[in-house]
Each structure stands twice: as C-alpha cells, then as structure tokens.
C-alpha cells in the first residue's frame, strides 16, 4: 500500500497561511490574489463597457474569486481608473431571500444587493425600482455596476418555479433597458451557459457579453505560489515553486486550476517545520506532495458524499476507482446515464462534480464525468485496495472504451467496443449488456439506421424491464417514440410516448414530442390538453409554447395562438427571426384578417 494510506488526511489549522484552501478568495482577500491581473482588467473595461457581461468558467476556475479579489477591488478609492458604484455581490439562490412574499430569486437578489436593509423595506420593491433609486443615490455621471454570482442557480429543476424563472428574466431585463447607465455582470459555469443563451438579447447582450474564464498557465500559476509569500518571513527556493507549478499541471496541458493550486500550497505551508524560513527541495518533497494534497481533499469529499447518500466509503471508493481509471492507470470518461451513472445515482456523480473532484464537459448534448486531476488517479486506487489492472472487469473495460470512442467522435470504433462488451459479459450482467445494447441504439440513431435502433432500444428495454428499472425503460421508450414521430409512425410514436410519459412524468420534452405525434395523428385537440399540461406546470417551456400556437392554429384559434407566440418570443427573442415561428405568425394574422372580414 502506498505512503498515502499513512498520511490521512491533513490536520485542519486555524492559520492557512497566506494562501487560503479551497474557499474562494473575497475581497478583503486582494492582497493575496495573484496570477489574474490580467483577466481582472481585461474584465473590468469589458464591464464598465457594455450593459451586460457573462463571465463563464468551469466550477472551481476560479470566477467568484476573480469577481471579489480581482475586478471589485480595482473600482475602489485611489484607483486611477473610472470610478464607479458598485452594488454588493448578488445571489439568487433560493435559500437566500430574506423576504417572507413575492418571487424568491427577486427576493434572494435584492436581499443580496443590499444586505443591511431590514427585509421589511425591501418587500413590494422591484429590481427596476432598486435599481432606480440606487441610480439617483449614485449621482450623475457615476456608472453603476451590479454583480450577481452563481447565476446557474437559476437554472435548477425546481419544482413550480417555472413562472418565477420568467417573471424573474422579464423583470430584470426591464431593469437593465430602463434604467440608465447600469452595468449587468451574472458569472455563470459553463455547463448552464446554454440555458442562459437565449436570454441574453433581452438582457443587453452584445458581442462583447461574454467573458470566457480558463485555468491559470504556468506563469500565473508561479505568480500565485510565489508572490503571496512575499509578505512572510519565508521564501522558496530558486526552482521549487517551478517543481511545484509543473507537478500542478495535468493532462499534458499548460492549465493549473486554481483550485488545486491553493489546496497543494496549504498542504504545504501547514506541513513546514515551524524552524524553516527557506522552502527548499528537500522540505518541499518531504511535506508538499500534491498527490497527498490532492488525496486528503478526496477523502474530504467521500466522508461528506458518503455521509449525505447513505453509500458507504468502501463503495464510493471502489465507484472512482472502477469507473473513472482505466487498466492503464490513467484517467477515463464516463457518461452520465440515467438514473445511474456507472451503477451509483446520477446525484452522487453531481456532488462528486460540485466538490471538485470530478469534472463535466458536454459532448453531442450528454454530460460526461473524469476525474480533476491525473494526481487523484494513485489515491483513488490507494483507498480502494486496486491497482490499475484490477480495475473494471474485461467486459466493463470495453463498454467504458466505447463511451470514450463515442465522445470522442468515432461511432464505428464505439460500436465495435459495444458489442465487444456484450460478447464478454457473465449471463448474470444483464445492466451491463442492456447499457451496452442502448448504446448501439444511440450510435444507430448518430448513423442514421433507425430500423436497427429501434431494435437495439427495444432489446435494452426488455433487458431493463429484466431489472425493473422503470425509470430506463421509460428513457429508451420516449428514444423509439421520438424515432417513430421523425418517421411518420404517428400512432406508434403516440403508443411509445403515452407510456414513456407515465414513468417520466416530469419531463417537458417528452411531452412535446407527443403532443407532435398527436397533432400528425389528426389529435390537435389532445395535444392542446398534453401543451396546456406542461405549460401549467412551466409557463416560461418554450417549445411548449411553440407546440401549442401550432395546435392553436390547427383548432382555428389564431388569436390565441398569436399570444402563445408573443410569449416565446418574450422569452427567446431570436425565435422572433426563426421561419417556422414567422410562418406561424403569418399564417396567424392571414386567419385572423379573414376571419374579420364581412362575407361576400
């Protein structure tokens, strides 16, 4: 077993130093931040510039730092830049809002902006009314620049906040295109930026909106280990923190996150000897390993995982090691899946993401998972009792091999993997071969065989329906409606998705493919009511919208239909340019205008 094992995790100290964890850095935390002047005051002209920035970043880049530490600091007195108001960092989460009536992420917003206002006085004020006061108490000529971070909570699935997600965008699009000389900066992850894309327009979005956030290179990276230290009695040695920065850097890429950055150097600072005032090599290797550094902050993440989920530590280690290292002892890609993900719940693989332990990219639509950091890799294996080679199993090895072919855009090697997986499998792996099976379905679906798809998501049903996995079944039987409506097959696609729907009766976009299949079946009035369904319960869905105009029109309500299509352009305003939504309105007004005229 390895010297990890040993090691534990680090002893907690009040002192961290002149670095600060894993908690990101605030603004009284200036002093200490470096490595980002460069994106502070490219970020700072960008803002005080446009109407609306969108600083996005993978979790843990460090965007809430760089907002605190590195942006709000440079407006403050004696700065020579252009001064500004600059409203306290804003929140919208929901567990923030102080205020007892009214829309939560109103709520959480204003309580956010200003922090010391009795919640009293804050209740019936609008964000276009806040705003406007805060705009005369700043003067003429002062711009004045409101931050809100961690905007992706917005985009939680909440349930019966659709009409609050709404009437949330409406309001605060109307503060930023009435109220004058305010400055919008929402900083967002990556993976929710999709969701806010549509809204931007109407948020004053432009061609300078966005501000993409990466890892730190090595030269920043150095700067951030180095230049904190400066204001201690200690200092590195020529070359250490170069070691330090390299071992840092991962997947062969020149990209530190910061993140790991600040974990591996409290790592060390809390290790040194109280004696040593020159961090050289041999004190940095004997008590500044990041792998150690690293493996500590994992076993933090699988005690508290543990302890939230219910699975035990021993399973969550063998789940890290045997899904996300491969027999090479390097890091592998998994696909998130549903209601599972390499055979743990898809919520587990999300708090694992959320504490920086793994990672998420969005590949073809799909979520897909690694580990942070090549380092996790040897205390992974360590806690598990594995080495590489006793990782997945042959079979298991080959199904991961064809998700990573997939993702990796080469459906003909992932197929080949697939069917390699069922081929190797015990007769008792039956979740196996029905993954593998659906599998081949999605890459027939890619290739455009849907005769084989149909089979293959057939043949994982049934393998699913084996386990009495509803929850998949219902999953592949809305993928073979939604293949039977782009065929015509209206009543097959209606059959499928009648059913898909009653196990997944949550989703929206199930529900708008039957409502398709519905219509193309001669049923307009039964897909108005499947619409109707779906928009009481998510007023702001836009294809439900989009879905029902189309009914509207078919039951020769054009009025109504008109409405429906006002609407999801309120809240998308580039469908206003799409053809098929200006047919709709055309065809619309072409109705009404007969309908208005006296007969002949």
Same mark, same amino acid.
């Not at 965007?63 to 403050?76: D, N, W, Y």
């Not at 690694?370 to 380092?375: A, G, M, Q």
């Not at 849907?450 to 998501?457: F, L, S």
């Not at 386990?467 to 219902?474: C, I, R, S």
């Given at each position: 077993?390895?010297?990890?094992?040993?090691?534990?995790?680090?002893?907690?100290?009040?002192?961290?130093?002149?670095?600060?964890?894993?908690?990101?850095?605030?603004?009284?935390?200036?002093?200490?931040?470096?490595?980002?002047?460069?994106?502070?005051?490219?970020?700072?002209?960008?803002?005080?510039?446009?109407?609306?920035?969108?600083?996005?970043?993978?979790?843990?880049?460090?965007?809430?730092?760089?907002?605190?530490?590195?942006?709000?600091?440079?407006?403050?007195?004696?700065?020579?830049?252009?001064?500004?108001?600059?409203?306290?960092?804003?929140?919208?989460?929901?567990?923030?809002?102080?205020?007892?009536?009214?829309?939560?992420?109103?709520?959480?917003?204003?309580?956010?902006?200003?922090?010391?206002?009795?919640?009293?006085?804050?209740?019936?004020?609008?964000?276009?009314?806040?705003?406007?006061?805060?705009?005369?108490?700043?003067?003429?000529?002062?711009?004045?620049?409101?931050?809100?971070?961690?905007?992706?909570?917005?985009?939680?699935?909440?349930?019966?906040?659709?009409? $609050?997600?709404?009437?949330?965008?409406?309001?605060?699009?109307?503060?930023?295109?009435?109220?004058?000389?305010?400055?919008?900066?929402?900083?967002?992850?990556?993976?929710?930026?999709?969701?806010?894309?549509?809204?931007?327009?109407?948020?004053?979005?432009?061609?300078?909106?966005?501000?993409?956030?990466?890892?730190?290179?090595?030269?920043?990276?150095?700067?951030?280990?180095?230049?904190?230290?400066?204001?201690?009695?200690?200092?590195?040695?020529?070359?250490?923190?170069?070691?330090?920065?390299?071992?840092?850097?991962?997947?062969?890429?020149?990209?530190?996150?910061?993140?790991?950055?600040?974990?591996? $150097?409290?790592?060390?600072?809390?290790?040194?000897?109280?004696?040593?005032?020159?961090?050289?090599?041999?004190?940095?290797?004997?008590?500044?390993?990041?792998?150690?550094?690293?493996?500590?902050?994992?076993?933090?993440?699988?005690?508290?995982?543990?302890?939230?989920?219910?699975?035990?530590?021993?399973?969550?280690?063998?789940?890290?090691?045997?899904?996300?290292?491969?027999?090479?002892?390097?890091?592998?890609?998994?696909?998130?899946?549903?209601?599972?993900?390499?055979?743990?719940?898809?919520?587990?693989?999300?708090?694992?993401?959320?504490?920086?332990?793994?990672?998420?990219?969005?590949?073809?639509?799909?979520?897909?998972?690694?580990?942070?950091?090549?380092?996790?890799?040897?205390?992974?294996?360590?806690?598990?009792?594995?080495?590489?080679?006793?990782?997945?199993?042959?079979?298991?090895?080959?199904?991961?091999?064809?998700?990573?072919?997939?993702?990796?855009?080469?459906?003909?090697?992932?197929?080949?993997?697939?069917?390699?997986?069922?081929?190797?499998?015990?007769?008792?792996?039956?979740?196996?071969?029905?993954?593998?099976?659906?599998?081949?379905?999605?890459?027939?679906?890619?290739?455009?065989?849907?005769?084989?798809?149909?089979?293959?998501?057939?043949?994982?049903?049934?393998?699913?329906?084996?386990?009495?996995?509803?929850?998949?079944?219902?999953?592949?039987?809305?993928?073979?409606?939604?293949?039977?409506?782009?065929?015509?097959?209206?009543?097959?696609?209606?059959?499928?998705?009648?059913?898909?729907?009653?196990?997944?009766?949550?989703?929206?976009?199930?529900?708008?493919?039957?409502?398709?299949?519905?219509?193309?079946?001669?049923?307009?009035?039964?897909?108005?009511?499947?619409?109707?369904?779906?928009?009481?319960?998510?007023?702001?869905?836009?294809?439900?919208?989009?879905?029902?105009?189309?009914?509207?029109?078919?039951?020769?309500?054009?009025?109504?239909?008109?409405?429906?299509?006002?609407?999801?352009?309120?809240?998308?305003?580039?469908?206003?340019?799409?053809?098929?939504?200006?047919?709709?309105?055309?065809?619309?007004?072409?109705?009404?205008?007969?309908?208005?005229?006296?007969?002949?």
């Amino acid at each position: 077993m390895t010297d990890y094992l040993n090691r534990g995790i680090s002893t907690p100290s009040v002192d961290l130093g002149p670095y600060l964890g894993s908690r990101p850095f605030n603004t009284d935390d200036h002093d200490r931040f470096f490595g980002r002047a460069e994106e502070a005051e490219a970020l700072r002209r960008r803002w005080i510039g446009n109407r609306l920035v969108v600083l996005h970043g993978a979790s843990g880049i460090g965007k809430t730092s760089l907002l605190r530490a590195g942006v709000i600091p440079l407006f403050g007195v004696g700065r020579p830049h252009r001064p500004a108001v600059v409203l306290p960092v804003g929140r919208i989460s929901l567990g923030s809002g102080r205020l007892p009536n009214g829309n939560p992420y109103q709520r959480a917003l204003l309580s956010s902006w200003s922090p010391n206002t009795p919640s009293e006085q804050l209740a019936g004020r609008t964000i276009v009314g806040f705003l406007r006061r805060r705009r005369e108490e700043a003067g003429a000529g002062l711009p004045l620049l409101a931050p809100v971070d961690q905007f992706e909570e917005l985009f939680v699935d909440v349930p019966d906040r659709g009409q $609050c997600h709404a009437e949330f965008l409406g309001e605060l699009a109307e503060a930023v295109a009435s109220v004058s000389d305010v400055h919008l900066l929402l900083a967002v992850r990556e993976e929710a930026l999709d969701d806010l894309e549509p809204y931007l327009p109407a948020l004053g979005g432009g061609p300078d909106s966005h501000f993409p956030l990466e890892p730190l290179d090595s030269e920043a990276a150095l700067e951030a280990v180095t230049k904190p230290v400066e204001r201690t009695t200690r200092s590195y040695a020529a070359g250490v923190a170069e070691q330090l920065v390299a071992e840092l850097r991962s997947g062969g890429r020149d990209a530190i996150e910061p993140l790991h950055l600040q974990l591996a $150097c409290t790592a060390l600072w809390r290790a040194l000897p109280e004696s040593a005032r020159t961090i050289t090599l041999g004190v940095r290797n004997a008590h500044g390993d990041v792998g150690v550094s690293l493996g500590d902050f994992c076993v933090s993440a699988v005690e508290e995982v543990s302890a939230e989920s219910g699975i035990p530590e021993s399973e969550l280690w063998q789940w890290l090691a045997q899904a996300f290292v491969t027999d090479l002892g390097t890091r592998g890609t998994v696909y998130e899946g549903t209601p599972e993900t390499a055979g743990v719940p898809v919520a587990v693989a999300r708090e694992f993401e959320r504490r920086h332990i793994l990672v998420v990219d969005y590949r073809a639509g799909s979520r897909w998972y690694w580990l942070s950091h090549d380092r996790l890799v040897a205390p992974i294996l360590a806690m598990a009792g594995l080495t590489p080679s006793q990782g997945l199993g042959a079979a298991q090895r080959q199904l991961r091999a064809a998700e990573g072919a997939l993702a990796a855009g080469d459906p003909e090697l992932a197929a080949h993997r697939a069917v390699e997986a069922i081929r190797l499998s015990a007769d008792g792996d039956v979740r196996l071969r029905a993954d593998a099976t659906s599998l081949l379905a999605d890459i027939a679906v890619r290739q455009g065989r849907t005769g084989e798809a149909e089979r293959r998501y057939g043949e994982a049903a049934g393998l699913f329906a084996t386990m009495e996995d509803l929850t998949a079944v219902g999953r592949l039987l809305a993928a073979t409606g939604s293949l039977h409506l782009r065929c015509g097959r209206f009543v097959d696609a209606i059959a499928d998705l009648q059913v898909a729907a009653r196990v997944s009766p949550g989703s929206p976009e199930l529900k708008v493919d039957l409502a398709d299949a519905l219509c193309g079946a001669g049923q307009p009035q039964a897909a108005h009511g499947v619409l109707t369904d779906v928009l009481t319960v998510e007023p702001g869905a836009v294809d439900a919208l989009l879905g029902r105009a189309r009914t509207l029109l078919l039951l020769g309500q054009p009025d109504a239909a008109l409405d429906d299509l006002d609407s999801a352009v309120r809240i998308s305003p580039d469908l206003a340019r799409r053809t098929d939504v200006l047919d709709m309105r055309d065809q619309a007004l072409a109705t009404v205008t007969a309908i208005g005229e006296p007969a002949a």
